[in-house]
């Protein structure tokens, strides 16, 4: 039974220690992900986001990601809703890197489970996250990518400003499209190989 700590302190927050994360950039590497956002993967995040919109009944689709996992968190698919204080055309400005204590994605790819939060202010451990007080997110549901080896390439995910109810439909789509992620990114191995 090992005694390390399960998490380490990133800043004021509990970031998971991942120990697999020189596997996880080997394998990113073997099949070209992880580096560059590409279309698919942004094409892919705003359909899970017009599917979660629908799922919830809100008039504005969330934001939806590919996210990929190393020592930073790397957004290849990417939609964030327009936002409503600034130019109509224009949306909220997301860097497709982040830092590894900004949401809870490293907490997915660890625990190699979906994490559904209907809201985040219910849960003290997640509440702190910079995303709370950065992005006014309020809500999260995600789920791991774990490919035909066994490794935890990432997570998709969708989150919003308002607190919202996944409960089992949530998950069930989160873990769904998380399966049909895995397999486009199996389907593209083999066109290399």
């Known amino acids: 039974m090992s005694h390390e700590p399960l998490y380490e302190p990133a800043g004021h927050l509990l970031t998971p220690v991942d120990h697999e994360v020189p596997q996880r950039v080997a394998r990113l590497r073997s099949l070209g992900l992880g580096q560059w ?15 979660a919109r629908r799922l919830v009944g809100t008039g504005v689709a969330p934001f939806a990601m590919v996210n990929f996992v190393t020592d930073r968190q790397f957004l290849a698919g ?31 790819v660890v625990r190699r489970k979906a994490l559904v939060l209907d809201d985040i202010c219910d849960y003290p451990r997640f509440a702190g996250n910079p995303v709370v007080d950065k992005l006014g997110i309020r809500t999260y ?5 774990i490919d035909r080896t066994g490794t935890t390439l990432g997570t998709i995910c969708v989150v919003d400003r308002e607190p919202r109810p996944w409960g089992r439909p949530g998950l ?22």
Not at 172 to 193: C, D, F, W, Y
Request: glycine fraction near 10%.
């Open 172 to 193: 069930n789509l989160i873990k769904e499209r998380a399966a049909e992620l895995v397999r486009l990114i199996g389907r593209r191995e083999e066109s290399l190989g």
């Open 78 to 108: 990417l939609y964030a809703p327009p936002d409503p204080g600034a130019d109509p055309a224009g949306a909220v400005e997301l860097g497709r890197e982040i830092p590894l204590d900004h949401g809870y994605c490293p907490h997915v």
């Open 37 to 51: 956002a590409e279309p698919e993967f942004d094409a892919f995040a705003r359909d899970l986001a017009e599917t």
């Open 141 to 145: 549901v995600g789920a791991p990518l």
